[in-house]
Structures are given as structure tokens and as C-alpha cells.
Nanobody, 124 residues
Framework: QVQLVESGGGLVQAGGSLRLSCAAS????????AGWFRQAPGKEREFVAA????????NYADSVKGRFTISRDNAKNTVYLQMNSLKPEDTAVYYC?????????????????WGQGTQVTVSS
């Protein structure tokens, strides 16, 4: 069992930056790949970024590529999402998730554990 707690969300103006954190507890977090997903009101949850167990491999949605960076610190059992050049369309609840899959994955159903989410609101 892995417990995930997100933090770092908030209100920011367009063009600004935020850094989300996801603290993990329970089983050894370095045994899990991690990902960030988001869900805007009235929309389905969508993939944002993923990172492998070691942190060497990453994957991004086209909509955030070049603006967002996912990273992890296994010594601290924490995954991060650095979000720069934020746009109003980035407004959503952001969820951290963990997967036992070895390969980086952007598939929602391959993630077994989820956090409660943190709200990110980007004003224009």
C-alpha cells in the first residue's frame, strides 16, 4: 500500500510558476513509477507527466511539454511537478499517482495508488 499526499497548488497569474509536491509513504516508493494527472471541471482526467522508478525516464503530454518538468527524490519519497509559463487552460485539480509498472506509462488504469488532489487555478 502506498499513500500519496499532494501539496503546492494555488492561484497564480498566467505566465507564472508553481511547484507541486507529492509525498509518499508506505511501501518503498522507489519501487514505483509515478505520474501526474489533472482534471478540469466537466472534463475527464488527463495525463500530464510520468517518471520512471529511477527518475531517468520521463514522458509528458504534448500540451505541457517544454513548460512542465517532473522529477523525483527517492531519498525523500517525493515526486515534484515544476510548472512554468502557466496558462488558464492548465486550471485543474492535479493528482499524483503511483504505478508498479517498470516502463513509464501515461495510462490511467495502470496506476494503482492516487492522492487526493491539489487545486491549481491560473487566472488570465
Amino acid at each position: 500500500q502506498v499513500q500519496l499526499v499532494e501539496s503546492g497548488g494555488g492561484l497564480v497569474q498566467a505566465g507564472g510558476s508553481l511547484r507541486l509536491s507529492c509525498a509518499a509513504s508506505g511501501r518503498t516508493f522507489s519501487s514505483y513509477g509515478a505520474g501526474w494527472f489533472r482534471q478540469a471541471p466537466g472534463k475527464e482526467r488527463e495525463f500530464v507527466a510520468a517518471i520512471s522508478r529511477s527518475g531517468r525516464n520521463t514522458n509528458y503530454a504534448d500540451s505541457v511539454k517544454g513548460r512542465f518538468t517532473i522529477s523525483r527524490d527517492n531519498a525523500k519519497n517525493t515526486v515534484y511537478l515544476q510548472m512554468n509559463s502557466l496558462k488558464p487552460e492548465d486550471t485543474a485539480v492535479y493528482y499524483c499517482a503511483a504505478t508498479p509498472r517498470v516502463l513509464v506509462t501515461n495510462l490511467y488504469h495502470e496506476y494503482d495508488y492516487w492522492g487526493q488532489g491539489t487545486q491549481v487555478t491560473v487566472s488570465s
